[in-house]
């Protein structure tokens, strides 16, 4: 004679014996125990979690002769016949090879006979493989079933079942054990039956049986057959500390450890992806890990060194391989080139996808240059003062070498103003000439800075005036730097009526200001403007050959984007003068009429 399963020989016989089910078990026994029990339930729930074990504890206390706070007393003959499966009080059908409307409608007509006990229990596993038709033979019974018949439908895929029969029954969802549950369940199991087992071993049955009691009892008893020898066991911290490590070679050596110790090459790979997920929930939930707490522990420490992002890109890349792996005539070499690139480069730079490898790459970079010598300072290009551009090929300009006209000391500037340009000759060329590489002079001589105005002369340069937008951005371009001091810039316009155009936007000035340096400064004009210090005449002068360009001048090649759409500067400015403005350093020729004259 066979001898029983383990999982057999050790099935619940009453509600207390249930584990990890406490919410179905104080249901059915509390109704049972009030009297209240339903016409018709559903138990869902993934395989080996109980649920055709409940419905027969379920069918034996309703039919128990000495029932106890909702439990069965299993000594009564009613009790005995229901565990022996001889009761004629227990109708079991299974569903699937029993799933036409005549298996149906042949239930239906005995559901109405009588019976010796006091319920007839019809135990129906398997109901979402019902089909239509019998689902609808069935539905009628089911919502107004006799008074002494009891339904208990049980199926692992709830949501395959039609509404119309959920909703005519008391819906009671089954979930997998927890480890340390499953854990301690099969170490009783284990010394009640007087098997000798590792912890090991215990740990081994937990972790195939992946929360199913029925599983986890089914591997013990194969490792029990065995003599505690839990085989060959597939073990992937080699293959984690690889990607860690990034070592190709220290993969390829795990990978055919495992294959040659008899292992699938698919069956590795879905376990190892089955591992790098409890993994990735050690990290952001350990409670959803189906693993023994001692497991979990060092399972996180593990893939805390391997980082959640490289944990999920391997996931993902061992995902694809998997459905490429059944067509592949040699699944091996696709397992093994997956694992090659997993380890030879960091996960994430594969598909340009890993924020932590792209931060780690910027880091290594500003470490590089901080470390690095510091650049030399570049001189920064002349700025032309009436335009508040940089002159076009300016700083190259200043770093070549002087030149034989140049050489001489350069005029310093004065306040003083040329007198008007004298009549060309007539045999002058009609043009206008200008002086490239000269820069031009400043249309109002700026004066001695003082204490705290170098500060403020290098904020607004490099700080206040890039900011500024729009039609501030235009009239200020042309607005030079006279002197700052106690938190009061001078500014000097070209002409007055500049200058009124610029006080209309001193408030946005001081805010700009205030927002790019923190502190708060007072814009004032100086009295001396371009159109007030010198005549309209002495706008036409040429400018100086060689004149110093004005200290801490910023670098527009740097700093400031050129705006052509700048506005010309109005006001009541002949034509000539705006034309002096709009050209530094021009001189004023005869006029083809002057000349015929």
Request: some cysteine; aromatic content about 4%; hydrophobic content about 40%.
């Amino acid at each position: 004679m066979a001898t029983a399963s383990l999982y057999r020989r050790y099935r619940p016989r009453r509600f207390g014996e249930i584990k990890g089910q406490e919410h179905v078990v104080r249901a059915l026994r509390d109704s049972v125990a009030r009297g209240r029990e339903g016409q018709a339930y559903l138990f869902s729930g993934p395989r080996g979690t109980g649920k055709t074990t409940s419905a027969r504890i379920l069918a034996k206390v309703l039919n128990c002769e000495r029932p106890v706070d909702g439990e069965p007393c299993c000594e009564c003959t009613s009790c005995i016949e229901v565990e022996r499966g001889v009761s004629y009080d227990v109708h079991e059908l299974d569903a699937a090879s029993n799933n036409g409307v005549e298996a149906m409608r042949d239930l239906i007509e005995k559901a109405n006979l009588g019976t010796p006990g006091r319920h007839k229990v019809y135990i129906l596993d398997e109901v979402h493989m019902l089909s239509k038709p019998a689902e609808a033979a069935l539905l009628k019974t089911l919502e107004e079933p006799p008074s002494h018949v009891v339904f208990v439908l049980a199926t692992t895929d709830p949501q395959k079942v039609s509404d119309t029969i959920r909703s005519r029954t008391q819906h009671l969802r089954f979930h997998l054990l927890d480890p340390d549950t499953l854990a301690e369940h099969v170490r009783w199991v284990a010394s009640d039956a007087g098997l000798d087992i590792s912890d090991e071993a215990v740990a081994a049955a937990v972790s195939q049986g992946a929360g199913s009691a029925r599983d986890a009892l089914s591997a013990l008893e194969l490792i029990a057959s065995s003599g505690g020898d839990i085989g060959q066991q597939l073990k992937f911290d080699e293959l984690v500390e690889a990607l860690i490590e990034h070592e190709p070679g220290q993969a390829l050596t795990a990978m055919a450890a495992m294959v040659n110790a008899g292992h699938d090459p698919r069956t590795v790979t879905e376990e190892f992806v089955k591992h790098l997920r409890n993994g990735f929930l050690a990290l952001m939930a350990p409670e959803l890990v189906q693993l023994p707490s001692t497991q979990v522990a060092a399972l996180a420490a593990q893939a805390q060194r391997l980082g959640a992002a490289a944990l999920v890109a391997a996931i993902e890349r061992l995902g694809t391989i998997m459905i490429e792996l059944r067509h592949a005539p040699d699944p091996r070499v696709l397992v093994e080139v997956a694992l090659v690139q997993l380890t030879r480069q960091r996960v994430g730079d594969a598909g340009g996808h890993d924020v932590e490898a792209l931060a780690s790459r910027v880091a290594k970079l500003e470490k590089a240059v901080a470390s690095a010598p510091a650049a030399q300072s570049v001189a920064p290009a002349p700025v032309d003062p009436a335009t508040g551009r940089a002159k076009l090929g300016g700083r190259a300009q200043r770093g070549a070498d002087p030149s034989p006209a140049s050489a001489s000391p350069a005029t310093p500037p004065s306040t003083s103003v040329a007198g008007p340009t004298p009549e060309p000759t007539p045999s002058a060329p009609a043009e206008i000439a200008s002086e490239p590489s000269a820069p031009a002079a400043p249309v109002a001589a700026p004066t001695e800075v003082a204490a705290g105005g170098g500060d403020l002369r290098a904020e607004w340069f490099d700080q206040v005036r890039p900011t500024l937008r729009g039609l501030a951005k235009a009239l200020y371009a042309a607005v030079d730097f006279v002197s700052g001091d106690d938190g009061t810039a001078v500014l000097a316009a070209p002409n007055a009526a500049h200058r009124e155009r610029c006080q209309a936007y001193a408030a946005d000035v001081e805010k700009a200001w205030r927002e790019a340096t923190g502190r708060t400064v007072r814009v004032s004009w100086s009295d001396s403007s371009g159109s007030d210090a010198a005549p309209s005449s002495a706008r036409l002068e040429p400018a100086p050959a060689s004149h110093p360009p004005p200290p801490d001048e910023p670098d527009l090649d740097e700093h400031h984007e050129v705006d052509e759409s700048r506005p010309a500067i109005m006001g009541n400015e002949s034509v000539l003068e705006r034309l002096a403005q709009a050209f530094p350093g021009a001189e004023r020729v005869a006029e083809p009429m002057d000349r015929e004259r």
